[in-house]
């Protein structure tokens, strides 16, 4: 019969030396906010959806405590460039015109969301912007700012809606870098 390999207790031993010690670098990053506990990076992906605006309540209300980082992120989802029957001039043109108007509804939508932190005594969030496949941008933002937890809320779309548009949820939820939360109708 073959013997089940030693466990690692080099790991455990280090994990146990970082809780027991307030001056132990945490290799995620997080701080010290006193006692045991650490804070948390906490990315929230909003949109214009009621969902996602549910999503950020929740996580005001249940998940973000004092001393925690709070990330509020849009993505911007950006049309791939073609040319047009107008030519090369008309579809450039076009799509300046989209990204300046995805910006300026972006910046609105920001701007809600840190009035929604505002009313929940959550003060300065930062605030994020990505542009590209939402799916791609959320967790591409999720891992270079080391994320402890993303939340965001879900459509709520049945099996073959989400087989035919796909769900940046579940995306998220099998791609992202760290445990992803989403808030359901």
């Given at each position: 019969?073959?013997?089940?390999?030693?466990?690692?207790?080099?790991?455990?031993?280090?994990?146990?030396?970082?809780?027991?010690?307030?001056?132990?670098?945490?290799?995620?990053?997080?701080?010290?906010?006193?006692?045991?506990?650490?804070?948390?990076?906490?990315?929230?992906?909003?949109?214009?959806?009621?969902?996602?605006?549910?999503?950020?309540?929740?996580?005001?209300?249940?998940?973000?405590?004092?001393?925690?980082?709070?990330?509020?992120?849009?993505?911007?989802?950006?049309?791939?460039?073609?040319v047009g029957?107008?030519?090369?001039?008309?579809?450039?043109?076009?799509?300046?015109?989209?990204?300046?108007?995805?910006?300026?509804?972006?910046?609105?939508?920001?701007?809600?969301?840190?009035?929604?932190?505002?009313?929940?005594?959550?003060?300065?969030?930062?605030?994020?912007?990505?542009?590209?496949?939402?799916?791609?941008?959320?967790?591409?933002?999720?891992?270079?700012?080391?994320?402890?937890?993303?939340?965001?809320?879900?459509?709520?779309?049945?099996?073959?809606k989400r087989?035919?548009?796909?769900?940046?949820?579940?995306?998220?939820?099998?791609?992202?870098?760290?445990?992803?939360?989403?808030?359901?109708?």
């Amino acid at each position: 019969m073959a013997e089940a390999p030693p466990v690692k207790k080099k790991s455990v031993k280090i994990a146990a030396a970082a809780i027991a010690s307030d001056e132990a670098a945490d290799p995620s990053g997080a701080v010290n906010v006193g006692g045991d506990r650490k804070a948390k990076k906490v990315i929230v992906a909003i949109d214009e959806s009621q969902e996602s605006i549910r999503a950020l309540r929740y996580a005001l209300d249940t998940v973000v405590q004092p001393g925690d980082g709070l990330v509020l992120l849009h993505s911007q989802f950006m049309p791939h460039s073609y040319v047009g029957p107008g030519g090369p001039g008309t579809t450039l043109r076009l799509v300046l015109a989209f990204s300046i108007e995805n910006e300026n509804s972006s910046k609105v939508l920001l701007d809600k969301a840190k009035r929604i932190c505002g009313d929940a005594n959550v003060h300065h969030p930062e605030l994020l912007m990505a542009t590209g496949d939402p799916r791609d941008s959320i967790c591409d933002a999720v891992e270079k700012i080391h994320a402890d937890l993303l939340v965001m809320g879900s459509r709520g779309h049945g099996a073959i809606k989400r087989t035919f548009l796909g769900s940046v949820s579940d995306y998220c939820t099998h791609n992202a870098k760290c445990p992803v939360l989403i808030v359901r109708k």
